[in-house]
């Protein structure tokens, strides 16, 4: 395409240069025509006007008119001449006088009136002359006499005649000179034109020929170039006319297709390499493209075809094939490689790949299985342990089940950890972020660790800094798991000394960095064993102390967490110093989030209101331990064996909570609960918390779309279970969805008093309303800061009266102005509108009741 | 210069030619008087009568002394001086009023010059140019229209006289 452009180009180009070489030459001819015709005509003026003799005649009519008179003189004076000899000299003056009046010696006088009145005399003369001379009779002496007067008369005539033709002839042949230069020059101008011109042509032939020159070896070599290309080209390449007929056949085709060149050359590719179950195929498609122009392999790139080789045995190539369009018709050239052993190497590849993902998979698969299966039976220990440590033992009897709970916990750590390494390999690790408080997290940590520590002599600090004393929004249990980890490694590795924690921090604008520096004075890990301490099932050293362990799973886990958190862990060692792991970890100041679910009251020492209780497990033992556990907090305890069942029991009485385990058989909790919130039964609103020994990530999304309130991980131990049922007595009195409003309201009607808040609400409301009205109205159609001002504002005031339902999704259309993101405006404040409708109906019924 | 020998041979070739040639005693007017310097013979005196018997070659041309296109006719020189057997390189062209002009016999054509003998089929008297005039035909070739050619054209030729 370039180059047919490219020629046409050419082409007028070297037509215009025809043109004007044609031009040009048509000049020069015409030139060169008129050049030698002007010539000649000089050369035959130069030959003959310029070279007569017509001076030499005017002067001889001075001569012989002297002869005559000499003659005449001689006559009369001697008188011995013969009349016959008079007469000729007669005769011979009349002829000159003749020539005078005719010719080119009359061309010579031509106008002028002094020849004229110098001829006129003569004239006269020759009429007397002829008059005398013509005479019969011999001639007289008084004729003589006479005519010697006549002739000596106009002899000064004839002498004048002589000059003056001397003299004109000499200004004519001046003129003519003059004229012959003119011609001359201008001659001499043509001819130089003329060599201008040509010099002009020879420098155009010159460039012309050089160009061509040019081009023709820039031809040869990308010729040479091209033909050294195709031969030594690894594809195998093929050139086709429009009939399909093969025109080029390269070494690698030959190698490739098991065709001679000299053999295939003049056959079609139809008859030779294609398939056979693709010549029709090939047929078609080669005619539309002929007709049409419509390309579908030809010029569309790569594409993975069949082709044939000479003794039959069908491969798999990848084809290019492109068209270039010439004169006399379409030419096709394809690129073609074989790919057999490419295909082949792939297929192993997938083979491999799906094996591989098949074991990895059923590893996976089986740790799950296995920690599932560790869970179950770890949940009847643990459990029946603190409910043993519950009763009477002797010393030695709490220390053996103490050894036994410490025992079961790492058994259910090694189990913990089996799937997180699982979950972090399949990808499938999820975080749970929620909102804590940072140095009560810590704090708990320490008073956990502090026994370990205490028990091999080492001291424990830990050391907040002032900026990072808040609360957070992360995921606050792996941050739990992997300083443990950390200080759990300290502990083990650490003979004397102290170990310390020290946490900071830098807040950033929306999110903080929050760093865990643990530090122990330990042997310390040589610089080229540092990153190795984070690698897989690496130990360095085992531990002397209690927590001996020899997986080395941990640190790695660790990291890998911490970097999924956007984290990371940092070693910094010094061998006989000690050692500092770091844990940086970015973390959601509190004040960002919008909502707040969690809110944290503390356990036990709660009011211990017996509830009646329903515990769905299909496990005995857990179940019976489960029960036990709830029985002895006071509670009143119904079980049931797995969903069905569930459901038979709920039927009959109301629950105020509802333990669900969720993989059970004949039915299982998730669609045990999906019924119950679904049915109009006694137990629709209880509050169902959902157990399961799988991780907490795997069902959750289920467990909460299926209506259960919370989701709890077994095993289930004896302080989580105090501290979950307080947190659900707190709410399952409270009337149902106002037992977030009711705190702040509570607390705000006490200090303004109940009329106060309910004005305050109305003008609320009020003001909700035309906030509603304004957007609806378009008033900040193009004023988004604006939205985003009167949002904040409206917001400020939902959060002072408790409206959380109404604060979030104000808050999400504050951020969204501000991001200038107003998508869906209208079905957002419709969805406000009605939260805000319901809201202000449970708002009067709050206050109501708060002021019992 | 001449070789005895050559020169009996062109004698006596003379003497057989005579009867139509009568030997120069008194000049006729209208005689041609032709001499070669080179044979002992008398000159030949050839009259109007003599030349017109002779092959007649006649043009019609213009020249730069008369008006208009004329027509000559007459004898070629060349073919004049082989009827007469004159041996010699230059013919000495003399006029009435003794204007003399050489050519060499090698320059002379078959065809030109010619003497004139007739001027538009009329003799020539003196004082028309004649007797006789020598011309070419200027008309038919460029080359005739030179300035020797030009003072070759004699008028009123009487004598000629062929030399080595």
């Known amino acids: 395409m370039v180059t047919s452009i490219w020629g046409s180009h050419m082409k007028t180009g070297l037509n215009g240069y025809r043109v004007a070489i044609l031009a040009g030459f048509g000049l020069l001819v015409l030139l060169l025509g008129l050049m030698t015709t002007n010539l000649l005509s000089q050369l035959r003026d130069l030959s003959t006007a310029a070279g007569d003799n017509t001076q030499w005649s005017i002067s001889q009519l001075d001569t012989e008119f002297a002869n005559l008179n000499a003659t005449l003189s001689d006559q009369l004076a001697k008188g011995d001449l013969s009349d016959e000899e008079v007469q000729l000299r007669i005769d011979i003056a009349l002829s000159r006088l003749d020539i005078i009046n005719s010719g080119r010696v009359r061309g010579v006088f031509g106008e002028s009136k002094e020849a004229k009145t110098l001829i006129t005399p003569l004239n006269a003369f020759a009429d007397a002359a002829i008059a005398i001379s013509d005479k019969p009779g011999p001639l007289t002496s008084s004729a003589l006499r006479e005519l010697r007067g006549i002739v000596q008369e106009v002899r000064p005539n004839v002498r004048k005649i002589a000059l003056l033709g001397v003299s004109l002839e000499a200004e004519q042949s001046q003129q003519r000179r003059t004229v012959f230069a003119q011609q001359l020059a201008r001659t001499g101008g043509i001819a130089i034109a003329l060599l201008v011109l040509m010099g002009g042509l020879m420098l155009l032939l010159d460039r012309l020929l050089r160009r061509a020159a040019r081009r023709d070896a820039e031809l040869l070599t990308s010729s040479k170039l091209l033909t050294s290309t195709v031969a030594a080209s690894l594809d195998a390449i093929v050139t086709a006319d429009d009939s399909g007929k093969i025109v080029g056949f390269n070494a690698s085709a030959e190698d490739v297709f098991g065709w001679a060149r000299e053999e295939i050359i003049g056959l079609t590719m139809e008859d030779t390499f294609i398939p056979h179950r693709m010549r029709d195929a090939h047929h078609n498609g080669m005619n539309r493209y002929l007709k049409t122009g419509t390309p579908r392999v030809v010029d569309g790139g790569r594409v993975e075809l069949a082709a044939l080789r000479k003794s039959g045995e069908e491969f798999p190539v990848e084809l290019n094939i492109t068209s270039i369009e010439y004169d006399e018709g379409t030419k096709f050239i394809a690129y073609i490689r074989d790919i057999s052993e490419r295909k082949i190497n792939e297929q192993k590849l997938i083979d491999a790949r799906d094996r591989a993902e098949r074991t990895d998979k059923a590893k996976s698969q089986f740790l799950t299985v296995m920690s599932h299966e560790m869970r179950t039976p770890l949940n009847g220990i643990l459990g029946v342990l603190d409910l043993l440590k519950t009763t009477q033992l002797t010393p030695k009897q709490e220390r053996y089940a103490q050894i036994a709970t410490a025992s079961s916990e790492i058994l259910l750590e090694h189990t913990n950890e089996a799937l997180d390494i699982t979950r972090i390999e399949t990808g499938t690790l999820q975080l749970t972020p929620q909102n804590f408080d940072l140095p009560e997290l810590v704090r708990s940590l320490v008073d956990v660790l502090e026994p370990l520590a205490r028990e091999k002599q080492l001291g424990l600090t830990l050391k907040i800094e002032e900026q990072v004393r808040m609360g957070f929004y992360a995921d606050s249990n792996r941050v739990r798991q992997i300083l443990t980890n950390l200080i759990g490694n300290a502990i083990k590795f650490t003979e004397d000394g102290r170990i310390g924690l020290k946490v900071s921090g830098i807040h950033g604008p929306v999110v903080s960095s929050v760093t865990f520096a643990v530090t122990d004075t330990g042997a310390g890990i040589a610089l080229e064993h540092q990153e190795q301490v984070f690698e897989d099932f690496v130990a360095l050293a085992h531990g002397e102390g209690r927590q001996t362990r020899g997986d080395g799973l941990g640190l790695s886990i660790s990291r890998k967490i911490a970097r999924q958190m956007g984290g990371d862990i940092n070693l910094m060692s010094e061998v006989g110093t000690g050692s500092t792991f770091t844990l940086t970890v970015p973390m959601q100041r509190r004040e960002e989030v919008p909502q707040a679910d969690a809110r944290v009251t503390d356990t036990r020492t709660e009011d211990r209101k017996s509830l009646t209780l329903l515990v769905v497990e299909d496990n005995n033992i857990n179940r019976k331990v489960l029960g036990d556990m709830l029985e002895g907090m006071g509670h009143t305890v119904v079980e049931a064996v797995d969903g069905e069942d569930c459901l038979k029991k709920a039927d009959s009485m109301p629950f105020d909570i509802i333990f669900m385990d969720i993989s059970m058989p004949v039915m299982d909790g998730i669609e045990a609960t999906r019924t119950l919130r679904a049915d109009d039964g006694p137990n629709a609103q209880t509050h169902i918390i959902g157990l399961t020994a799988h991780g907490r990530e795997e069902y959750r999304e289920e467990a909460e779309q299926a209506g259960m309130d919370r989701f709890h991980t077994k095993p289930i131990r004896l302080d989580a279970l105090y501290s979950i049922i307080a947190e659900v007595s707190a709410l399952v009195h409270a009337p149902l969805g106002a037992a977030a409003p009711s705190d702040a309201l509570r607390e705000l009607s006490q200090a303004l008093g109940q009329d106060k808040v309910s004005e305050i609400g109305e003008r609320f409301f009020g003001e909700l309303d035309i906030f509603f009205a304004q957007v609806r109205q378009g008033e900040f159609k193009d004023d988004t800061p604006a939205l985003a001002e009167a949002s904040h504002k409206v917001k400020g005031a939902a959060a002072l009266l408790g409206q959380h339902d109404l604060e979030g999704p104000l808050a999400d259309l504050e951020r969204s102005a501000r991001a200038g993101d107003l998508s869906a405006l209208a079905s957002r404040i419709e969805a406000l509108e009605g939260i805000a409708k319901s809201t202000r109906a449970g708002f009067t019924d709050i206050l109501a009741n708060s002021a019992k | ?164």
């Open chain 2, 1 to 164: 210069m001449t070789k005895p020998h050559r020169s009996r041979i062109l004698a006596a070739f003379l003497v057989l030619l005579s009867y139509s040639v009568t030997p120069a005693t008194g000049q006729d007017m209208m005689g041609l008087l032709v001499t070669a310097t080179s044979s002992e013979t008398e000159p030949f005196e050839l009259s109007l009568e003599a030349l017109d018997a002779l092959d007649q070659v006649e043009f019609t041309t213009t020249t730069i002394w008369t008006d208009g296109e004329t027509r000559f006719s007459g004898v070629p020189l060349k073919a004049l001086l082989a009827h007469l057997g004159t041996v010699g390189s230059i013919v000495e062209m003399v006029a009435l009023n003794d204007y003399a002009v050489t050519m060499p016999i090698a320059e002379l054509e078959d065809e030109a010059p010619i003497v004139a003998t007739r001027m538009n089929g009329e003799t020539m008297s003196v004082r028309d140019k004649g007797p006789y005039w020598v011309v070419f035909p200027y008309d038919n070739d460029p080359k005739y229209s030179t300035e020797t050619n030009y003072s070759r054209s004699i008028w009123q030729l009487n004598r000629l006289k062929v030399m080595d």
